[in-house]
C-alpha cells in the first residue's frame, strides 16, 4: 500500500521562477523510505475571480483576444484580486473595468482548482445582479466588445468552442444546468 502524504513529507522547497502573476516551484516528496521524487508546480499567490452577469435572463459576455490561446473568445469577465481585497470586491471591480457595469449583488457560485495536478491556482466565480451601467474606463484596452446571450445562444457559443476557457465554462454550465429563473 502507498503511503499517504503529508505537509512534512515535502522537502526542499525552491521557488526557480518569478514573476507578477505566478511562480514556478520545485519541491523534493518523500514518497516512500529513500524514495524522494522531485515535484513541479505553478504557484499562484491570490485567487482569480469570474463574475456571471445577469440581466433579464440574459448573461454578460465579454470578447477578447486571448495571447495565450491567439484567438479572440467569449468569455465571462475575470481577473486577478489585489493584496488584502475580498474576492467579492474584486469581482465587482473586474466587472465594471472589464465591462462599465456595477453591479449591486453578488453571490459566490463555486470556488474550484481548475488544475491541482500542475497548479495551485484558485478560482472563485460569482453571480452579479442588479447592474447599472456606470460607464467604462477610458483606457480599457483588454475588452474588444461586450454582449448579452440568452442561456441558448450561450449553448451554441460552448458547442462552437468560443468559449474556451474553464474560468467561462465550469460556471457557465452550473447555470446552464439550473432551471431558468
Known sequence: MKKQLTESDIHEVQTLLQNPWFSVRKARIALSEGEPRDFYAVH?????????????????????YRYLID??????PSGGVDADEPPACAARRELREESGYYAGSVRE?????????????????????????????????????TGWFTRTEIRQLIADGEIPDGLSLVPLLMLLGEPAR
Open 44 to 64: 499562484h499567490a491570490r485567487p482569480a475571480v469570474g463574475i456571471v452577469a445577469m440581466q433579464e435572463e440574459k448573461i454578460l459576455l465579454i470578447r477578447q
Open 109 to 145: 457560485l463555486i470556488r474550484y482548482n481548475p488544475s491541482y495536478g500542475s497548479s495551485d491556482q484558485l478560482f472563485i466565480t460569482f453571480v452579479a445582479t442588479d447592474l447599472e451601467f456606470v460607464g467604462l474606463d477610458e483606457d480599457q484596452d483588454e475588452v474588444m466588445t
Open 71 to 76: 484567438r479572440v473568445v467569449w468569455a465571462i
